[in-house]
């Protein structure tokens, strides 16, 4: 240490890319709320964050709230629709000393663009049982200046929690520091009850202390003017006085707990960073090294990527060129305090990637499939990534995509070869009914899911037709299924040629060999 859903809008000045599904309203508590939902699966198959509070508890951010698993994903805790929640999606999770925090934000339509909105945190020291609100960090109107050290800086107040939602959350003694992109980055030393802004170089300049003589203004860029480095994305702590912070414009350090600042881009060092827009940031606890996702902003020298360092950001090593980086993990050997070795996990747009040589070499991940029910994963990003390190040399591997949730454990340092996959939907009506999600859908950017229930294990064929009854498309033709109560097939949108349906009305049809047959409808909407 985020309905393509993920809808991408230009991703510099898009606050909608940490949603994919759009909750549809919104609203705030300020008080304490004693809640309990469970259920068989996350509420939302857009997993944005995955964290662990301790290693039997599991936090997801989602595109509809936060979900958690303390029996290994045999059951969830989903928040969505609680009044503590409501309906917005999570933008950022953190855990520190016994305490959860989830960051929160809505959409809204704004001259025809869709922008994100802060909606504000909630943090719990009872493992959720009970959350506290705290409104979106924004400035008063009158918050035009700012003291850093000899210097008296001009300042831009945010005074709305439009384009101002938090992206990162981390820790130090006493301080919880996030980073949003229009309010950059901000702490607090009273569990959210005021915030204060922390002053960042700006463009022009690799560092600040406050013995410099400064002349510059605290304000993220817009149009030519302000600074690509006040607009924040991502915040690591290592210790209480050391810092990372990605913005647009680079990665700063910190050592003495935010007063002072070096700046690291694409431009100012002869082994720089891939690119300056930095969207994440963790630390391989192995061996101290610092690894950030990369992407290109708006230098021609600049690329996608994921950078390291293992000297503290003095230099850095480039890998996975190319690819679109979101998240990290780590599965280290040995013991806490002796580790014997790490592999690195990455989360890109194209899969999730491994390394057990330090980034020299990456193996992708396979494609992610249900060792039970078949169910796939047809992802077209992968947003999240995180290890849980059990006893006997076992590790969960739990990946978060844009269509849904996946766990495969292992005992290797290869890919696990068994899945489980979590695919949030309402349970069938009865063993005779069935429905496909979502619908409409578009084949673009989703696929259609085909649920139904099978009372015992059956040869199944899946017919798609379109309204005059003509054959589209054979989506399985006597697949072998298990008993299973919530079975799940998918159709892509094509038809037989592997073209792009057009947009209409659809039937299929479920012909099981046991002689059951299941009918349905689904709308293709491009």
Known sequence: MQNFLLL????????SYFAQELPKTYELYNSNYLLK????TPASNTIERIIFSDKSTIWLGTSKGASKSTDNGASWTNYYKTQSFGEESVSALGFYSGTIWVATWKPKEFLGQIIGVGSGLRYSIDNGSTWTSIPQPVDAKGDSVIFYGVNKLKATPITVAEENFIYDIAFTKNTVWIVSRAAGLRKSTDLGKTWQRVVLPPDNLNSIKPTDLLNFSLKPKEGTQGNLNHIAFSILAVDDDTLYVGTAGGINKSTDGGISWIKFNNRNQLKPISGDFVLSIESNEFDNSIWAATWKAEGQSEYWGVSYSHDGGKSWNIALSGERILDFAFKYYGQKGSYTGADVFAAAWSGAYRSNNNGLTWLAAPKLIDSDSRITIKATKYLSIETNQLEKNSTDVWIGTNDGLAKGNETNGLWADNWKIFLASTAVASSAETYAFPNPFSPDVDIARIKYSLQKSS????????????????????AYRGENSDQIDSWDGKDENENIVPNGVYFYRIDLDSGGKFFGKIIVLL
């Open 8 to 15: 991408i809008l230009f991703i510099f000045f898009s606050t």
């Open 37 to 40: 939902t469970a259920d068989k």
């Open 459 to 478: 040869n199944v064929t899946i017919r798609i037709f379109d309204f005059g009854m003509n054959l589209v498309k054979t989506v399985l033709q006597n």
